[in-house]
């Protein structure tokens, strides 16, 4: 028998060794002489791959020439020369040189002009150019010249009217540029002039930007007087914004002040007096102030007093500070905690450091909101989530308040989720802690962990969140939660998430209460590659028990999509049904009279969904039913996929019967791997 180290000389990869160091310099050499080898070798190649190759990449290199640099340069410096001169350009008596091949060249605007017949300019060699200011329109020629322009060095106001121009000629990409460095220059001095252009010509990036530095400073603007250099059009517009956030009888005095500064005090402007919101002024500020002013009639002023005194606050259209994607319920924007026990939990930003004892925040579920049959601790000193007890009272609840009136339109929670317990709750949020609206009511629904909740943007000081079940004990806990005005786009039915994303994952903090499995949660974490004869699946006996999952929240569900075990040729049926409570259960695939196998594609009408539970009812191979992969909804391109395969199917969910999708269905699917 051969020795190991018999079986290694010998060896294949011993002999590619062997040859390898024969063919390698000596290692005796030193550093230099190897880099001088390793240069020789790069040369003697290079001459060699040029010399076999000369004739064939000749024309190659040729091609490659770009001398735009100097052709940009040589027509630069026909900006402003006398030298082929063809046309005048005079603005306010002042004559720019010009060319007009190279006007046409660069400006719809000048081709029409210089070169369309029927206009008087076509055959003129001297144009006057109306309406533009001479600085500004010698910048727009040096950059229909030379293609550039430093903005850095050109006054504010000489940047908006050659903001005018370039909008005026169609000079797209510079117009892009332009706007681009407004807003980065924006300040209090500037930023209405630049909203008024924005908004004029429809600039809407730049427009949107310049009205958020207002929401953002309208303070020091009002102080200033700033404002009044607005058009009525645009201070209107800056007015009407919930995010313009200052008190009502400032607004007011800005309105005044605007028609005294342009003498209109006997003629009101309607679509200015029109924003101003009278509700929200105090009882002495209507009649001392703006009753006295005259320029507003006394009965709408006596309307407002009615509305203030015999209305819910609720309605009143209140003003509120906008932080875009930013959580304001932190410290560092004044938020705290007024009623909850370990108050100090909340908002601290871990979500990582809690237990069954510290890390939450919590309250008491009353006796008359609970649905829980769970027994309760024996110990009432407890605060543990496991053993909680519960105090009756009417006013458990945990209560936020934000450093400011505030607009949201999203709220993020994390529930105790260390164990499988569900939690049902809602949320409500005022402006005076009296009067509430109650923007999320799940206290039907079965909700774990993190919680994406989304809901019309609304202005509030205050944010109460009432658990109302615990499905272990009789207390509501809390571990994080964030407040933020989201930008990202999203759609509610019934204040439920009709979500585009996968939310049957371990990410979306779904969960598999039973099925059998090496590994936890397997069928949800997204690997649907690595799996074979023992492992990678998730599974239950036929006849006994299911699979089931439960998601973080209730979300609306039109789609599902399943692997089956598909390692040899068997194939499976199956139902799968749907719930919120985990009582009252829908049918929404019935697999159970058909041979199904490898990737299914499950389309019903949409539906509200907490519990997915899929129970298998026959396997060719054995008695135990496999599943490899969930999700829900379907990812978005191939369901598109599979409907536009499935012409006969309408694209809308409504009356689509439930269908199932094997690997001849969907060839393409990149994920099909069946093993014999």
Known sequence: MQSLNEMFINSPRHEQQQQQQQSTPSSSL????????????????????????????????????????????????????????????????????????????????????????????????????????????????????????????????????????????????????????????????????????????????????????????????????????????????????????????????????????????????????????????????????????????????????????????????????????????????????????????????????????????????????????????????????SNLNSCSSTQNCIVIRLGNSTIFNHIKLLLWDKDTRSYSYYIEVSMNEKDWIRVIDYSDYMCRSWQNLFFKPVVARYVKIVGVRNTANRIFHLVSLEIRYTTEKYDIINQIILPYYNVASIGQSAFVLEGVSRTKNALINGDYKNYDWDSGYTCHQLGSGCILIQLAQPFMIGSMRLLLWDCDKRSYSYCIETSLDQCNWTMVADKRNESCRSWQIIVFPQRAVSFIRITGTHNTANEVFHCVHFECPCDADILGRYLENHAQLSSKYSNISPLNMNDNDYQNDQIIHNVN
Request: proline share 2%; aromatic share 8%.
């Open 30 to 385: 030193n550093f230099n002489q190897n880099q001088q080898i390793i240069i020789l070798d790069s040369h003697q190649q290079q001459n060699t791959l040029f010399n076999s190759s000369n004739s064939n990449n000749s024309n190659h290199i040729i091609s490659e020439i770009n001398h735009v640099k100097q052709l940009s340069t040589d027509i630069g410096n026909l900006f402003l020369n006398t030298d082929y001169c063809d046309v005048k350009l005079i603005v306010d008596n002042i004559e720019f040189n010009a060319h007009k091949i190279i006007l046409a060249a660069r400006s719809e605007y000048f081709r029409a002009l210089l070169f369309s017949s029927g206009m008087c300019e076509t055959n003129s060699n001297c144009i006057h150019i109306k309406e533009a200011k001479p600085n500004a329109f010698k910048l727009l020629l040096q950059y229909i010249y030379k293609g550039k322009i430093n903005l850095k060095n050109e006054r504010e106001d000489l940047l908006i009217d050659l903001l005018s121009l370039v909008h005026q000629y169609g000079f797209i990409d510079l117009q892009k540029s332009i706007s681009d460095y407004l807003e980065s220059i924006l300040d209090v001095k500037n930023v209405c002039s630049i909203y008024d252009i924005a908004s004029l010509y429809q600039l809407g990036s730049l427009r949107e930007t310049c009205s958020r530095y207002i929401d953002r400073n309208c303070i020091e603007l009002i102080k200033q007087n700033l404002l009044l250099q607005l058009s009525s059009d645009s201070l209107a517009s800056i007015i009407e914004r919930d995010s313009f956030c200052a008190p009502e009888i400032d607004i007011f005095n800005v309105v005044k002040d605007w028609h005294e500064m342009h003498k209109c005090l006997n003629e009101p402007k309607l679509e200015l007096i029109s924003k101003i919101r009278l509700a929200l002024m105090k009882l002495e500020e209507l009649l001392n102030q703006v009753r006295l002013s005259k320029l507003i009639d006394s009965d709408v002023i006596l309307d407002a007093i009615k509305l203030k005194h015999e209305s819910n606050e609720t309605i009143l259209n209140y003003r509120g500070v906008l932080y875009p994607n930013e959580n304001v319920a932190t410290a560092r924007y004044q938020a705290v905690v007024l009623k909850g026990e370990f108050k100090a939990a909340l908002l601290d930003g871990d979500v990582i450091n809690y237990d069954f004892d510290r890390g939450f925040t919590y309250h008491p579920i009353d006796d008359s909101t609970t649905t829980t049959n769970s027994s309760l601790s024996s110990s009432p000193l407890s605060t543990s989530p």
